[in-house]
């Protein structure tokens, strides 16, 4: 009996937690959402100066030049190994030595940016963005257990304005359409007789709402100041849950299920100067994660939602700061050179850390160039490197049984553009 309610906590930590993940932005955010952007690290705010100001900057709009302006880019992003050493808990086996790799991922993610001809002192535009994504697999126990897979993708339209006052002040807004789709699978099996312990298949996606606002002076022609807020989207995800095993209490069940989690807050406050050839820009960013604070899955299937899987869970995460600069070096009329660092926390409180997020601190290195080919076209490249530290995590405090050290992954994007401007 003793033994069936601990694998009844393992599966319902486990599956939360991963489903948690797949249906969020998470640590894994996705700020570099345009050539420019990622060239700079995503310090990108009151510098923004093309077509993806629209998304970046909105108030910015009112000072690009007269022509409409569209551009498009394709981002590669591959995720290396994330390498685990130590041990976990494992369901009915207890703690067992987990050493591990998952595997690697790559996909593409397109964007793209618009920004309409002024009417007086207004302006629209429109852009396509992949604001967060990601997708996982472990192949080994107990890492399976955990995550066997998921997979994560959220869209964002963000139509918006600007309105420009004058040659100092400007304010800009919009509405954020977000569409989020995930998958998650996890499963177990008894390691001594091969029953299965459960086996779980969940889908689900959402269109949610939100907004964002910007403010951006000028002092000085040289030198932008701007603010920018990206609200809190409430993710109310809706699908299907399918699964069974001894550990659920049920041997099938196919049921609807619902969960709403936080898509956090984003406050920006960024300085640029134009110094000639060379431009610099400092960003510092509030990202409010402390709004996930518990994550409750509920089920149509009664069984299931009084069993464990539809009680809440604690995630406890915290607000985190990330702190970026980028240098844009003019190198002639037509060449520009772009370099970026980022220092970015992670939300993740060590005992809540699991192997569906494994997640720690990390800095941010980036380099591109966009050139102008001529009067309407440009083409842009740029690279970035995500490094992650090592993160130790010990039990206690750790609460999913885990103590050993994650290593290895990060990521690395590539960026191509093209712009046009008429």
């Known amino acids: 009996m003793q033994q069936r309610k601990i694998a009844k906590w393992l599966t319902a930590t486990a599956l939360l937690c991963t489903a948690a993940f797949s249906l969020h932005a998470s640590a894994y955010k996705l700020p570099e959402q345009s050539v420019r952007s990622l060239g700079l690290s995503a310090a990108y705010v009151a510098g923004a100066e093309s077509a993806d100001a629209n998304y970046y900057n909105p108030a910015n709009m009112g000072w ?9 880019a394709l981002t590669l992003i591959h995720l290396p190994e994330i390498a685990f050493s130590g041990m976990a808990v494992a369901p009915l086996a207890g703690l067992v030595a987990a050493d591990s790799e998952s595997k690697s991922e790559d996909f593409l993610v397109p964007t793209l940016h618009y920004v309409g001809p002024k009417f007086g002192n207004w302006r629209f535009g429109f ?17 399976r257990s955990y995550a066997e897979e998921f997979t994560l993708a959220i869209v964002e339209f963000n139509p918006a304005f600007s309105y420009t006052f004058n040659e100092q002040w400007s304010i800009g807004g919009g509405v954020r359409v977000i569409y989020t789709d995930g998958t998650v699978r996890a499963y177990s099996e008894d390691p001594l ?31 932008t100041l701007s603010v920018t807020y990206r609200s809190n989207v409430d993710l109310t995800v809706e699908g ?50 402390s709004k996930y604070e518990k994550l409750d899955f509920n089920f149509d299937d009664p069984v299931v939602e009084q069993s464990i899987l539809g009680e809440p869970k604690d995630k406890d995460w915290d607000d985190t700061n990330t702190f970026r600069i980028g240098l844009t070096w003019h190198v ?10 980022a220092w970015d926390e992670t939300p993740i409180p060590e005992k809540t850390v699991g192997f569906e997020l494994p997640d720690s601190d990390a800095q941010i290195f980036s380099v591109g160039s966009v050139i102008r080919i001529d009067e ?30 994650f290593d290895k992954g990060g990521a690395y994007l590539a960026t191509v553009s093209v712009g046009y401007r008429f």
Request: net charge negative; proline share 5%.
């Open 64 to 72: 690009l030049d007269e022509r409409q302006q569209i551009e498009g």
């Open 127 to 143: 852009s396509v963005v992949a604001p967060g994504g990601l997708t996982k697999r472990w192949n080994d126990q107990p890492q």
């Open 193 to 223: 007789i091969g029953q299965v312990l459960y086996a779980q298949n969940m889908e689900g996606d959402s269109f949610d709402f939100g907004y964002n606002l910007a403010l951006s002076f000028r002092p000085q022609k040289e030198t």
């Open 240 to 289: 299907d849950a399918k699964g069974g095993g001894v550990a659920i209490g049920k041997s099938w069940f196919d049921t609807g299920a619902d969960v709403e989690v936080p898509l956090p807050a984003t406050l920006a406050l960024a300085v640029s100067h134009d110094f000639g050839r060379v431009k610099v820009e400092a960003v510092y960013e509030r990202t409010f994660w």
């Open 332 to 341: 002639d009329e037509r060449w520009d050179m772009l370099f970026g660092y």
């Open 376 to 405: 309407r076209w440009e083409a842009g490249f740029a690279l970035l490197y995500d490094k992650k530290d090592k993160r130790r995590v010990s039990t206690p405090p750790n609460e999913n049984g885990i103590a050993g050290t």
